[in-house]
T-cell receptor
Framework: AQSVAQPEDQVNVAEGNPLTVKCTYS??????LFWYVQYPNRGLQFLLKYITGDNLVKGSYGFEAEFNKSQTSFHLKKPSALVSDSALYFC??????????????FGKGTKLSVKP | DGGITQSPKYLFRKEGQNVTLSCEQNLNHDAMYWYRQDPGQGLRLIYY???????QKGDIAEGYSVSREKKESFPLTVTSAQKNPTAFYLC????????????FGQGTRLTVV
């Protein structure tokens, strides 16, 4: 069965420092991987995705993520955090096997807090 | 503007009542989804539809119902059979086939009073 794990409930970073939000996944086939951000009482906004190709994916607002097949990971990174990056981040995976397996499965979310 | 519109933003329901949450999209997407979000539990799939006049149960469909009579619309009814309906509900859509990212509405917060 597909699953996504975000091992940290919360990540605290000082402004200007690099940040990493971790994600590991489990699928039966080749995964499609996504990161989303959610601000309070709002819907999810798409940040970036990995479908195929280069393992380093660049997305919105200076975020990037690295697909590591051997470690089944897709960690979200940013070289220099901003206070405005503080939000809830969700990793999601889709197993493109069709049917219900084609649906997005979400991790439980990681709250990122960036302090000035 | 293309996007997904959910209404209302806030909804209050009395015990034993059915309520319907609206979701409309003008992105011409075939697939639409309903998720429920509870603190610390991430997003859980309630129902999804990959084409008009067809929909499938997700992981937590009990106490919910949907319809998909038009491509643009995917309303969710929270019935009185749903024992713990207080939550944040998110509607999403995507191109069918899995390559595309999902686009989300702004959510409806349902509270039982």
């Amino acid at each position: 069965a597909q699953s996504v794990a975000q091992p940290e409930d919360q990540v605290n970073v000082a402004e200007g420092n690099p940040l990493t939000v971790k994600c590991t996944y489990s699928v039966s086939g080749n995964p499609y991987l996504f990161w989303y951000v959610q601000y309070p009482n709002r819907g999810l906004q798409f940040l970036l995705k990995y479908i195929t190709g280069d393992n380093l994916v660049k997305g919105s607002y200076g975020f990037e993520a690295e697909f590591n097949k051997s470690q089944t990971s897709f960690h979200l990174k940013k070289p220099s955090a901003l206070v405005s990056d503080s939000a809830l981040y969700f990793c999601a995976v889709r197993d493109p096997g069709g049917g219900s397996q084609g649906n997005l499965i979400f991790g439980k979310g990681t709250k990122l807090s960036v302090k000035p | 503007d293309g996007g997904i519109t959910q209404s209302p933003k806030y909804l209050f329901r009395k015990e034993g009542q059915n309520v319907t949450l609206s979701c409309e999209q003008n992105l011409n997407h075939d697939a639409m989804y309903w998720y429920r979000q509870d603190p610390g539990q991430g997003l859980r799939l309630i129902y999804y539809s990959q084409i008009v006049n067809d929909f499938q149960k997700g992981d937590i469909a009990e106490g919910y119902s949907v319809s998909r009579e038009k491509k643009e619309s995917f309303p969710l009814t929270v019935t009185s059979a749903q024992k713990n309906p207080t939550a944040f509900y998110l509607c999403a859509s995507s191109i069918e086939g899995g390559l595309g990212e999902a686009f989300f509405g702004q959510g409806t917060r349902l509270t039982v009073v």
